[in-house]
């Protein structure tokens, strides 16, 4: 399967621990995104990179948020000293291209409950 | 700022009946609209877009959607419905460069 993969799947946490997200996109997608999604709610947007560079971060995405994509791959995504309102699916996305109307290919997600 | 709105939550149908899942836009500047489908443990599926030309947008799985500026709507529709597309549906349009979703409306179709 050469779609965008997330890990884990699901994610388990106490309040005030770390927790990191891992996303693979499709091979050749230059642009990376990360959302959240929670319950009853559409995805938000968080974040997106253009190869390596982080261009844009949504004002939902505080301090205690950091995403990284160092090579222009994969991403990684953590919540230090996690709270129990993070709890959400967080969404990675891909997609061809350095225009934001090309359609953006969507991971499982990673399910995070912070208790 | 970009916004859509989806005004039902839930859409029942009967199978083999045309099926209509609204969406209203807002955006300032020409609207690219996306309408994507969540199934239970699967990650959001692109259905189709409207960026320019044809107001009737078809996509994958029989879906269609019309683009209507004067009404700033952009419905997807189905001529006649299966089971299997009962599913949770998103209308999105474009900001600067992500999506900006509606709440979503679940449609059922029942058999």
């Known amino acids: 399967d050469t779609g965008v993969s997330q890990n884990p799947r699901h994610k388990i946490t106490k309040r005030g621990q770390n927790v990191t997200f891992r996303c693979d996109p499709i091979?050749?997608?230059?642009?990376l995104y990360w959302y959240r999604q929670t319950l009853g709610q559409g995805p938000e947007f968080l974040t997106y990179f253009q190869n390596e560079a982080q261009l844009e971060k949504s004002r939902l995405l505080s301090d205690r948020f950091s995403a990284e994509r160092p090579k222009g791959s994969f991403s990684t995504l953590e919540i230090q000293r996690t709270e129990q309102g993070d709890s959400a699916m967080y969404l990675c996305a891909s997609s061809l291209g350095t225009s934001g109307s090309n359609e953006q290919f969507f991971g499982p997600g990673t399910r995070l409950t912070v208790l | 700022a970009q916004s859509v709105a989806q005004p039902e939550d839930q859409v029942n149908v009967a199978e083999g009946n045309p099926l209509t899942v609204k969406c209203t836009y807002s955006v300032s500047g020409n609207p690219y609209l996306f309408w994507y489908v969540q199934y239970p443990n699967r990650g959001l599926q692109f259905l189709l877009k409207?960026?320019?030309?044809?107001?009737l947008v078809k996509g994958s799985y029989g879906f269609e959607a019309e683009f209507n500026k004067s009404q700033t709507s952009f419905h997807l529709k189905k001529p006649s419905a299966l089971v299997s597309d009962s599913a949770l549906y998103f209308c999105a349009v474009i900001g600067a460069n992500n999506l900006f979703f509606g709440t979503g409306t679940r449609l059922t179709v029942i058999p």
């Open positions: 091979s050749e997608h230059n642009r």
């Open positions: 409207y960026i320019t030309g044809d107001n």
